[in-house]
């Protein structure tokens, strides 16, 4: 069973300050590597796509990856009160047939 | 086109009715997913077309669920007989899926806003 895990939180942060959002998964020949943020009530949005070890950067958002160690993580920088919502991390491979195996989320809250 | 869109936003039913939703992917996107969701968890996968093709559903799936993507743009799903555990939020997804040579590049998934199914 491939499984894709994170923390559920929730994760409590003072604004401005630095979140940091992990996910471990199971499968090593996980491929590709998504973070969705979900607003409650509200459908995923993607924030960040990251394929290859490193980091990926994109404006106060910077995705992490480490594929002998199975880990992708997602820092948020500066972080606001509006990027509280839940970080959904999910991961698709070739045995899947590229179907997205997905974390069950983690809540961030960011507290003014 | 502005995204993918999916109606009702919310049924209410009474255990044992029938519903069907409806999704219209975004237009040039060729693979189109079926999702649930309940509070706390990530979306679970139910079924994906690419183009009409329905190509995996998932085992997990009761025969009272259906899906069709008769002209491989917009699709429905049907729940037949719903029970109160199918409340949930269904959501439909859309992705641009490219080949090459060597490997499949599954771009990223664009939601809709969802149904949100209560079964009383």
């Known amino acids: 069973q491939k499984e894709v895990e994170q923390n559920s939180g929730p994760l409590s942060v003072p604004e401005g300050a630095i979140a940091s959002l992990n996910c471990t998964y199971s499968?090593?020949?996980?491929?590709?590597f998504f973070w969705y943020r979900q607003y409650s009530g509200k459908s995923p949005e993607l924030i960040m796509s990251?394929?290859s070890n490193g980091d990926k950067e994109d404006g106060r958002f910077t995705a992490q990856l480490n594929k002998a160690s199975q880990y992708v993580s997602l820092l948020i920088r500066d972080s606001q009160p509006s990027d509280s919502a839940t970080y959904l991390c999910?991961?698709?491979?070739?045995?899947?047939?590229?179907?997205?195996?997905w974390g069950a989320g983690t809540k961030l809250i960011i507290k003014p | 086109d502005t995204g993918v869109s999916q109606n009702p936003r919310h049924k209410i039913t009474k255990r044992g009715q029938n519903v069907t939703f409806r999704c219209d992917p975004i237009s040039e996107h060729n693979r189109l997913y079926w999702y649930r969701q309940t509070l706390g968890q990530g979306p679970e996968f139910l079924t994906y077309f690419q183009n009409e093709a329905q190509l995996e559903k998932s085992r997990l799936l009761s025969d009272r669920f259906s899906a069709e993507r008769p002209k491989g743009s917009f699709s429905t799903l049907e729940i037949q007989r719903t029970e109160q555990g199918d409340s949930a939020m269904y959501l439909c997804?859309?992705?641009?899926?490219?080949?090459?040579?060597?490997?499949?590049?599954?771009?990223?998934?664009?939601f809709g806003s969802g149904t949100q199914l209560s079964v009383l």
């Open positions: 999910a991961v698709n491979t070739l045995d899947s047939n590229y179907q997205l195996i």
């Open positions: 990251i394929y």
């Open positions: 499968d090593r020949v996980s491929q590709s």
């Open positions: 997804a859309s992705s641009l899926a490219r080949w090459d040579r060597v490997t499949t590049h599954n771009e990223k998934l664009f």
